[in-house]
């Protein structure tokens, strides 16, 4: 009788898990590459078409003064999915290493991803990784994802006909991508992937996350609808780049005839592969239990002929990618779920990449035990108790001399040439009245700037991988 009842409560509570992990919501997260704030219609655009994520804004949630990890791919990703700003986080920096990949993420550093798969969550990554060679520790399968397909090297992410992809520890070599022809169009590939992912994993709790190389340089992609719709709609001239050939290197960015034509068509293409997304969402009957999020990874970029002035693509921001300015950080935010998130919302709410680790933990139910900068935004998101806010942001670059920046109570402070003492200054702003960065006020509030260079000082945590001297100024 005693086993019989032990049997029963075993089932009970089987069944009780799994309608459990039924009722949680599949996550979608897709990060854009390069595009700038300014890039998308709902945030201002007018030259450019993004119909899909346009509705996504309309019908769901956006944020205006959301930010990136830092202003350049690896360090900026690794804010991400480690819940650290680049003070404190492990990567810190584009850090490259020969023949393929980037510096790998250590043994000891945990993602979100693997506490999603702690939670019961299948997960998926397809795009660009950077931030760990196959069979590294910083390999995407061990870092917390059960399927990749896509580049794993950010280098080689920078041809749109690349030699090969990456399926898990496969290699996938593309039949006639041999640097000389372009015969398959990596993006098309990697979407394919993706969406059988989601048709594979209907039946369970997944988290899709598709950090898409569109639309970084080069400036490439097939003479298809996408390129027609502005093939003759902007004045143009020729970008001259490192062409396929017999001398084509794997970093290089190819020439491009009509370059705003092309990277109008990549942002227009990205944004028709997010409609396929949600479209296969709603075909099997997972779009009122799926959560979609989307951002960028850093500002617009000048790489490959791209032309971020011609297109606004800062939405007036000062500076680009690389730099700490608005224009460099500042990035969109979309967070849409049916009949859960209000439609029409615009929110003011100052966020990071870094939150995004307990965001993703508190959708799935999971308390992580990783230490983090990272705030959730359930509440705000889902309009549900108090809302904690930062104390401050805190960024690091590591490229052209080095750069910190912080912000604070809407008063930004950024420090110049930080590897050069000698060299080394500030800027501050009131972004409140300045957003547009144009008024350095140094002189005027020497108080304010020492207040914000002393949370400088103790927001950066010195890294051996990235030694970073940065003496105090006051």
């Not at 700038?36 to 201002?44: F, N, R, S």
């Not at 020439?255 to 075909?283: C, W």
């Not at 359930?378 to 490229?399: D, S, V």
Request: aromatic fraction near 12%; proline fraction near 5%.
């Amino acid at each position: 009788m005693n086993k019989l009842f032990l049997i029963a409560c075993c089932l009970l509570a089987i069944n009780f898990n799994s309608k459990a992990q039924l009722k949680r919501p599949n996550i979608v997260f897709i990060l854009a590459d390069d595009l700038g704030i300014g890039d998308l219609g709902a945030y201002g655009q007018s030259k450019i078409k993004t119909p899909n994520l346009d509705k996504l804004a309309d019908e769901g949630m956006r944020f205006t003064q959301f930010y990136a990890g830092t202003s350049v791919c690896a360090p900026s990703r690794a804010s991400l999915m480690t819940g650290k700003h680049t003070g404190h986080a492990y990567i810190r920096g584009n850090k490259e290493i020969e023949p393929e990949g980037q510096e790998p993420l250590a043994d000891s550093i945990r993602t979100f991803a693997m506490d999603l798969q702690k939670a019961g969550y299948k997960t998926g990554a397809f795009g660009k990784w950077g931030l760990g060679m196959v069979g590294t520790s910083g390999d995407p399968n061990r870092k917390g994802f059960d399927t990749f397909y896509g580049y794993n090297c950010q280098r080689q992410s920078h041809r749109y006909y690349p030699t090969h992809l990456w399926h898990n520890s496969e290699r996938i070599t593309l039949q006639g991508n041999d640097l000389t022809a372009k015969i398959s169009y990596a993006p098309e590939l990697i979407q394919a992937q993706t969406l059988a992912f989601i048709e594979e994993h209907k039946d369970q709790p997944f988290f899709l996350f598709v950090p898409t190389v569109l639309p970084h340089a080069e400036l490439a992609g097939p003479a298809d609808e996408f390129y027609a719709m502005y093939s003759d709609a902007f004045p143009e001239k020729m970008h001259q780049g490192d062409d396929y050939g017999a001398s084509a290197t794997v970093a290089g960015y190819a020439s491009v005839e009509k370059p705003r034509a092309t990277f109008a068509a990549m942002v227009s293409r990205m944004d028709h592969y997010i409609g396929q997304i949600i479209n296969k969402l709603e075909v099997l009957g997972l779009r009122e239990n799926t959560i979609l999020i989307f951002s960028s990874d850093n500002g617009a970029h000048r790489e490959g002929g791209a032309d971020p002035d011609f297109f606004n693509s800062t939405a007036g921001y000062k500076g680009t990618k690389r730099s700490l300015y608005e224009g460099g950080i500042r990035t969109p935010l979309l967070i849409n779920w049916k009949n859960k998130i209000a439609p029409g919302q615009v929110n003011n709410h100052i966020g990071a990449f870094w939150d995004m680790f307990s965001t993703l933990n508190a959708l799935a139910s999971y308390k992580s035990t990783a230490a983090t900068d990272g705030l959730s935004l359930l509440p705000t998101i889902l309009k549900e108790g108090k809302q904690r806010k930062h104390a401050y942001l805190y960024w690091e670059f590591h490229e052209d001399g080095g750069r910190q920046a912080v912000l604070y109570k809407g008063w930004k402070l950024i420090k110049q040439k930080v590897k050069a003492p000698k060299d080394t200054y500030l800027e501050l702003y009131q972004l409140e009245k300045d957003p547009q960065e144009k008024n350095n006020l140094i002189l005027e509030n020497k108080r304010m700037a020492k207040k914000l260079s002393k949370i400088m000082d103790l927001a950066h945590s010195e890294s051996a991988l990235y030694p970073f001297i940065a003496p105090p100024i006051f």
